[in-house]
């Protein structure tokens, strides 16, 4: 009996070891880091921008509403919108570029992923234009609909 409770004791006294051990170490931070030109939570701001799915921006587009399509992802070469220019969000094109814009257009943004073209139409925003629309769906959501490509 007196043996039970001896090994009983160590396996505790052992266990609150590991514990102690464990509860003073530090953890690594392996989290992934936010890429350049996609806002923090810190850095977001109020959305002014709007959301369009494609079938409502090819019936502006029918009904003549002259936008301009800015593609923010690096994916442009292998397909984009009929028209678009490309500035990339996140290796700072768009902010390279935002200033020789004219604020007066109508702009629409897009990308492969909603993350960058979110970030890219807040970053319009944020920099004074105010006809910003966000492709909702962003290219899947157009090719989704049957419209063209380049």
Not at 39 to 53: A, I, R
Not at 66 to 75: A, G, L, T
């Amino acid at each position: 009996m007196y043996k039970k409770i001896l090994i009983i004791a160590i396996i505790l006294i052992i266990l609150a070891v590991v514990i102690g051990i464990l509860k003073d170490r530090q953890i690594p931070d392996n989290s992934i880091t936010q890429p350049q030109g996609i806002l923090t939570p810190d850095e977001e701001q109020p959305v002014v921008f709007e959301d369009l799915f494609a079938p409502e921006v090819m019936a502006m587009i029918e009904q003549g509403t002259e936008f301009v399509i800015i593609d923010v992802s690096n994916q442009y070469e292998i397909s984009h919108l009929p028209g678009a220019i490309n500035f990339y969000v996140i290796d700072g094109a768009l902010d390279a570029a935002i200033n020789s814009l004219d604020k007066n257009k109508i702009y629409l943004v897009y990308s492969h992923n909603y993350e960058e073209s979110t970030a890219g139409a807040q970053k319009m925003t944020n920099a004074g234009f105010e006809n910003i629309y966000r492709l909702e769906g962003d290219l899947d959501g157009w090719i989704f609909e049957g419209y063209e490509i380049e």
